[in-house]
């Protein structure tokens, strides 16, 4: 059982790291495309070329490392499969037929375009595929939201779970707002990744042209971003946990005892034993502010719970804090580079270029802690309160074979990270005045 | 109702096999009428717009599986589990070769990526044709439903005859799509290759249904029409061929591949997963029916699903159509 967890947390953050970049950066290839094939502009055609490529790298990791996820739910999670396919099966299935297809055909047509293609289809094509990155994550996001919260089933007689209403599970506020957070936090990696790269050809002081355009459009998509994960975005999903996940925020926070006035940990360690946090910092009553918006409300901590009902704590709050914290970096940080965009500055505040540059990998990283603390924080559950996750594998697959296909993945997918790594840096250091305008 | 859910997913996988088929066809037959370099290029460029897409609708028929029949699909994906997990590893050998290749700078990647393609396209045809094999003779089953045999048990003749079966068949259905899609020299070996590859398609059908005649009694009676309309679509393909009618070849490619797929789905019927000996019952369409709005859920999405994609898809298609050239 735990390796069949390890595989899944394994593979599905590896995979998840694709996806972040094909919703991050489809709105911008979507974009330049556009311009190119409307205005019949040379320098937009090149950046489109450019980003189109880097879309496509992106989107061949993702598409491969994403099969296996949609095969291990009945490989490695038999019971799970058997007893919530009629509803978990329709998100997928929709995923398939409205999504997948989208998008990979108008990508093919977009990379293997000829000469002569009518401009509106090509400017067309590129909003279908970023339809279709977006529609991908909503279908999977909600399939994830009704495990955290299930609604608009029903339970046969011999325990399996029925469909009762696929507009409930695919509309209820859980889903949305978890979708809304997800997909802000891709955008604003998707901005910080094409404010990093105009950045770097700034600091060379090569392509400066195309490097100005990259720096102006990333940082605004960043900064809006950055602020909308915050507010509505997160704030709402952080209320939805708080409803109907209370344990699971209590982790989270790392409170341990039930308060009013519960004030908000900004760092510290959580010592489970001793049921405390070790050398924190409060900020006073924050929390019950955060959770119901009175800073006079009482916040269950985990001591309200029975303990086999815990997460693991420790993960899950410093997933928590880490998405938290880089959150609010990012927040600055935008902030800050939008400022000095406004006043014509920030070409020669060569430091806020550095810091733009050096930031790229961090939005990846809040992204993975963000989705670290939601699943995680979701156990011992598989679907919230319905199913325990230690009743969902597979009966005929033992350990031995599931450690096999573990160091098997682990394989395949350090070589396919280092050919991405390579190719997509690769393709960075050729830059996009090198690009061929179609 | 189960019967509609029955057919549309044995509609999507047909989709699957008529149209992967093909691109993992000219990955096989590729190796071996391409000379060098430029026509390795161009056999994968003839597939380059097509083959994700074509992909979905495995993807897509696996997540109708799961939705209309998870019994099923747990039974299968987690029994078949280290067969399951080889494919996922071919699928995505498959698809990193494809789409990186031409990012690579250096001669040597590329050779590399050429070999590893042709490589993982061939075994899993022959793997699916093995799965295929498998699933019409049946498999040993616990009473829980659960697979109960062994790897070794898997590769038995006849699942291994409908595997090297699969390999020919598609390699055909890959050179006809090949001498349709590229020009010159390349098209032409692609359509010379079609002529002794038919024969072995013949010779291994013939043996094929006379095997699975064999092993599989109390077949239901239309199912004995089948062969007649596989050999009508096969003589099809040999006489486009013959008078170089590439596009022609390539529909009767079609048709073949079309009609093996439904004999195989009539023989499954109505099971899901037959247990093996045969008779001895298995997971069918009935002992694991769908809820009623499950079913129509999901009948919605994918039959919507494939109107929506059956309007743009050719739409799109025909932009890309047309002769390729080895640049």
Same mark, same amino acid.
């Given at each position: 059982?735990?390796?069949?967890?390890?595989?899944?947390?394994?593979?599905?953050?590896?995979?998840?790291?694709?996806?972040?970049?094909?919703?991050?950066?489809?709105?911008?290839?979507?974009?330049?495309?556009?311009?190119?094939?409307?205005?019949?502009?040379?320098?937009?055609?090149?950046?489109?070329?450019?980003?189109?490529?880097? /879309?496509?790298?992106?989107? =061949?990791?993702?598409?491969?490392?994403?099969?296996?996820?949609?095969?291990?739910?009945?490989? !490695?999670? =038999?019971? /799970?499969?058997?007893?919530?396919?009629?509803?978990?099966?329709?998100?997928?299935?929709?995923? *398939?037929?409205?999504?997948?297809?989208?998008?990979?055909?108008?990508?093919?047509?977009?990379?293997?375009?000829?000469?002569?293609?009518?401009?509106?289809?090509?400017?067309?094509?590129?909003?279908?595929?970023?339809?279709?990155?977006?529609?991908?994550?909503?279908?999977?996001?909600?399939?994830?939201?009704?495990?955290?919260?299930?609604?608009?089933?029903?339970?046969?007689?011999?325990?399996?779970?029925?469909?009762?209403?696929?507009?409930?599970?695919?509309?209820?506020?859980?889903?949305?707002?978890? /979708?809304?957070?997800?997909? +802000?936090?891709?955008?604003?990696?998707? *901005?910080?990744?094409?404010?990093?790269? *105009?950045?770097?050809?700034?600091?060379?002081?090569?392509?400066?042209?195309?490097?100005?355009?990259?720096?102006?459009?990333?940082?605004?998509?960043?900064?809006?971003?950055?602020?909308?994960?915050?507010?509505?975005?997160?704030?709402? !999903?952080?209320?939805?946990?708080?409803?109907?996940?209370?344990?699971?925020?209590?982790?989270?926070?790392?409170?341990?005892?039930?308060?009013?006035?519960?004030?908000?940990?900004?760092?510290?360690?959580?010592?489970?034993?001793?049921?405390?946090?070790?050398?924190?910092?409060?900020?006073?009553?924050?929390?019950?502010?955060?959770?119901?918006?009175?800073?006079? =409300?009482?916040?269950?901590?985990?001591?309200?719970?029975?303990?086999?009902?815990?997460?693991?704590?420790?993960?899950?709050?410093?997933?928590?804090?880490?998405?938290?914290?880089?959150?609010?970096? /990012?927040?600055?940080?935008?902030?800050?580079?939008?400022?000095?965009?406004?006043?014509?500055?920030?070409?020669?505040?060569?430091?806020?270029?550095?810091?733009?540059?050096?930031?790229?990998?961090?939005?990846?990283?809040? !992204?993975?802690?963000?989705?670290?603390?939601?699943?995680?924080?979701?156990?011992?559950?598989?679907?919230?309160?319905?199913?325990?996750?230690?009743?969902?594998? +597979?009966?005929?697959?033992?350990?031995?074979?599931?450690?096999?296909?573990?160091?098997?993945?682990?394989?395949?997918?350090?070589?396919?990270?280092?050919?991405?790594?390579?190719?997509?840096?690769?393709?960075? *250091?050729?830059?996009?005045?090198?690009?061929?305008?179609? | 109702?189960?019967?509609?859910?029955?057919?549309?997913?044995?509609?999507? $996988?047909?989709?699957?096999?008529?149209?992967?088929?093909?691109?993992?066809?000219?990955?096989?037959?590729?190796?071996?009428?391409?000379?060098?370099?430029?026509?390795?290029?161009?056999?994968?460029?003839?597939?380059?717009?097509?083959?994700?897409?074509?992909?979905?609708?495995?993807?897509?028929?696996?997540? %109708?599986?799961?939705?209309?029949?998870?019994?099923?699909?747990?039974?299968?994906?987690?029994?078949?589990?280290?067969?399951?997990?080889?494919?996922?590893?071919?699928?995505?050998?498959?698809?990193?070769?494809?789409?990186?290749?031409?990012?690579?700078?250096?001669?040597?990647?590329?050779?590399?990526?050429?070999?590893? $393609?042709?490589?993982?396209?061939?075994?899993?045809? $022959?793997? $699916?044709?093995?799965?295929?094999?498998?699933? #019409?003779?049946?498999?040993?089953?616990?009473?829980?439903?659960?697979?109960?045999?062994?790897?070794?048990?898997?590769?038995?003749?006849?699942?291994?005859?409908?595997?090297?079966?699969?390999?020919?068949?598609?390699?055909?259905?890959?050179?006809?799509?090949?001498?349709?899609?590229?020009?010159?020299?390349?098209?032409?070996?692609?359509?010379?290759?079609?002529?002794?590859?038919?024969?072995?398609?013949?010779?291994?059908?013939?043996?094929?249904?006379?095997?699975?005649?064999?092993?599989?009694?109390?077949?239901?009676?239309? #199912?004995?029409?089948?062969?007649?309309?596989?050999?009508?679509?096969?003589?099809?393909?040999?006489?486009?061929?013959?008078?170089?009618?590439?596009?022609?070849?390539? %529909?009767?490619?079609? %048709?073949?591949?079309?009609?093996?797929?439904?004999?195989?789905?009539?023989?499954?019927?109505?099971?899901?997963?037959?247990?093996?000996?045969?008779?001895?019952?298995?997971?069918?369409?009935?002992?694991?029916?769908?809820?009623?709005?499950?079913?129509?859920?999901?009948?919605?999405?994918?039959?919507?699903?494939?109107?929506?994609?059956?309007?743009?898809?050719?739409?799109?298609?025909?932009?890309?159509?047309?002769?390729?050239?080895?640049?």
């Amino acid at each position: 059982m735990l390796v069949d967890r390890l595989q899944f947390a394994f593979t599905i953050m590896f995979h998840y790291l694709f996806p972040i970049g094909t919703m991050g950066l489809a709105p911008f290839v979507a974009a330049y495309t556009w311009k190119a094939a409307r205005r019949r502009d040379e320098e937009s055609a090149r950046i489109a070329a450019f980003w189109t490529k880097i /879309f496509a790298i992106n989107f =061949a990791a993702g598409v491969v490392t994403g099969i296996p996820m949609e095969f291990q739910f009945g490989t !490695n999670w =038999a019971a /799970f499969s058997r007893n919530t396919g009629a509803v978990v099966g329709q998100p997928l299935a929709m995923e *398939g037929m409205f999504a997948f297809f989208l998008e990979s055909v108008f990508l093919g047509a977009l990379l293997y375009r000829r000469r002569g293609l009518p401009s509106t289809f090509v400017a067309w094509a590129g909003v279908m595929v970023c339809a279709g990155a977006w529609l991908s994550g909503f279908f999977i996001v909600a399939t994830n939201a009704w495990m955290q919260h299930p609604v608009g089933y029903r339970i046969a007689a011999d325990g399996t779970i029925l469909l009762e209403n696929i507009w409930r599970v695919l509309f209820s506020p859980f889903s949305y707002w978890q /979708f809304a957070h997800a997909l +802000s936090g891709a955008l604003l990696a998707g *901005g910080f990744i094409v404010a990093g790269v *105009g950045a770097y050809y700034l600091l060379s002081r090569r392509d400066e042209a195309i490097g100005r355009r990259l720096v102006r459009a990333g940082t605004i998509v960043a900064f809006a971003f950055a602020l909308i994960a915050v507010f509505p975005t997160g704030d709402r !999903n952080g209320r939805e946990v708080t409803q109907y996940q209370p344990v699971k925020l209590a982790a989270e926070e790392g409170l341990f005892t039930t308060e009013r006035e519960a004030p908000l940990a900004i760092i510290g360690m959580p010592d489970v034993a001793r049921k405390r946090l070790i050398d924190p910092i409060f900020v006073p009553d924050f929390l019950s502010f955060l959770s119901y918006g009175n800073y006079k =409300a009482n916040v269950n901590g985990l001591d309200a719970y029975a303990r086999e009902l815990w997460p693991p704590v420790e993960l899950t709050y410093y997933a928590y804090h880490i998405m938290v914290g880089l959150g609010t970096i /990012f927040a600055a940080a935008a902030t800050i580079a939008v400022i000095l965009l406004a006043f014509g500055r920030l070409w020669s505040a060569r430091w806020m270029l550095w810091i733009l540059m050096l930031l790229m990998p961090f939005p990846f990283i809040a !992204n993975e802690a963000g989705w670290v603390a939601t699943e995680v924080g979701r156990q011992p559950w598989i679907v919230y309160g319905l199913m325990k996750t230690a009743a969902g594998g +597979s009966p005929t697959v033992s350990n031995g074979e599931t450690i096999f296909t573990l160091i098997g993945f682990a394989g395949m997918y350090f070589l396919l990270g280092f050919l991405y790594l390579y190719l997509t840096l690769r393709e960075i *250091g050729l830059g996009p005045s090198r690009e061929r305008p179609a | 109702m189960s019967l509609a859910a029955f057919l549309t997913i044995a509609f999507m $996988f047909a989709m699957y096999v008529m149209l992967d088929g093909y691109d993992l066809g000219v990955a096989t037959v590729g190796a071996l009428i391409a000379r060098g370099e430029r026509d390795r290029s161009a056999a994968m460029a003839s597939i380059g717009p097509f083959w994700n897409g074509n992909e979905v609708w495995l993807i897509a028929a696996a997540a %109708a599986l799961f939705a209309l029949f998870p019994a099923a699909y747990a039974a299968a994906f987690s029994g078949f589990y280290l067969p399951f997990i080889i494919v996922l590893w071919l699928l995505m050998l498959r698809g990193i070769a494809l789409e990186l290749r031409e990012h690579f700078p250096s001669e040597v990647w590329h050779q590399f990526w050429d070999a590893a $393609f042709a490589a993982s396209s061939a075994l899993l045809i $022959f793997v $699916f044709g093995i799965a295929l094999g498998n699933l #019409l003779r049946g498999v040993p089953l616990d009473a829980a439903g659960y697979f109960a045999g062994t790897f070794a048990f898997l590769l038995n003749p006849y699942a291994v005859l409908v595997g090297v079966f699969a390999l020919a068949t598609l390699a055909q259905h890959g050179a006809a799509f090949a001498a349709m899609r590229l020009d010159g020299d390349l098209g032409l070996r692609a359509a010379r290759m079609l002529r002794p590859l038919w024969w072995v398609v013949l010779a291994l059908y013939l043996a094929v249904t006379a095997a699975t005649f064999a092993v599989h009694g109390g077949l239901a009676r239309w #199912l004995l029409a089948m062969p007649l309309l596989s050999l009508a679509a096969l003589a099809g393909v040999w006489w486009a061929a013959r008078s170089q009618r590439a596009k022609g070849a390539f %529909a009767m490619s079609l %048709a073949f591949v079309a009609t093996l797929v439904t004999a195989a789905a009539g023989t499954l019927f109505p099971y899901l997963l037959p247990a093996f000996p045969a008779g001895r019952g298995g997971i069918s369409i009935f002992s694991t029916a769908p809820s009623p709005v499950a079913l129509t859920c999901a009948l919605t999405v994918t039959l919507g699903g494939i109107v929506i994609v059956g309007i743009y898809t050719p739409i799109v298609w025909r932009r890309m159509g047309g002769k390729l050239r080895a640049e």
